[in-house]
């Protein structure tokens, strides 16, 4: 069976690949069908973006599609950057300006006030339109400089008191073990292996 991987975010597509990795699936991402839609997001929550992500790229691939909107709220702002992650520091904004930005909007907030959730929601729908979506979160504390090369986004801020490193000082199997994504994909693969299971029957039953 062939998914699509609906991302253009490189660092979510890496770590989805590695997390489904085990199933007999194909991957393909979006870089393989350059002709597919741009999604804007509009929504107001993970959920309904990720949802409307999946559900453009199944309807225009024809193939089981997963989508992942995620991104960190932070407590002392009141959960922002939330759905407005990847443009907290403007609307082409790259890793390194918002990661800029949130230290910014944290000058002078003690250690004890730095405390974030990095959430994510991963949803797989089919062709016929049947939807799954899952949820996975993780908990640290946003540290006062970057540290660390591994990952993407937020990592080299977000400090995991656990394993004392931030996301991006640990190696990609260790987050892959408990990221946010991590576990909503745990969630999904038990989905992943049920469709797998019902397209070899079909196709046994021709
Ligand atoms: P797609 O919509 O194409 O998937 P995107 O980067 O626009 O890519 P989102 O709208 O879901 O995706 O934004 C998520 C942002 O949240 C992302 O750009 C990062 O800045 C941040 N983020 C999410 N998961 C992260 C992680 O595991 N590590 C670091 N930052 C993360």
Redesign the pocket.
């Known amino acids: 069976m062939e998914i699509v991987i609906a991302?253009?975010?490189e660092?979510?597509l890496q770590?989805i690949k590695e997390l489904i990795k085990g199933l007999q699936v194909e991957v393909l991402s979006l870089k393989d069908i350059p002709e597919v839609p741009v999604v804007r997001?509009g929504g107001s929550s993970f959920r309904e973006?990720a949802l409307m992500?999946a559900e453009v790229i199944a309807s225009f691939t024809k193939k089981v599609s997963i989508?992942?909107?995620?991104?960190?709220a932070v407590d002392f702002l009141k959960g922002e950057p939330g759905v407005y992650?990847?443009r907290f520091a403007g609307e082409d904004a790259n890793?390194g300006e918002?990661n800029k930005e949130l230290l910014r909007r944290l000058e002078g907030v003690p250690i004890s006030k730095r405390g974030a959730t990095?959430r994510?929601v991963i949803a797989v729908v089919t062709p016929e339109g049947k939807k799954d979506i899952a949820e996975g979160e993780c908990r640290g504390i946003i540290q006062f400089e970057e540290k660390g090369e591994f990952?993407?986004?937020?990592?080299p801020l977000?400090f995991v008191p656990e394993y004392r490193r931030t996301?991006a000082e640990l190696s990609p199997e260790i987050k892959n073990k408990i990221?946010?994504?991590a576990k909503a994909m745990e969630k999904l693969r038990v989905v992943l292996k049920e469709y797998l299971k019902t397209e070899k029957t079909s196709v046994e039953k021709g």
Do not use: I, M, P, Q
């Open positions: 991302t253009r975010n660092g979510k770590e997001e973006n992500k989508a992942d909107d995620s991104g960190l992650s990847a890793d918002n990095f994510c990952g993407f986004g937020y990592d977000f996301f990221s946010h994504r």
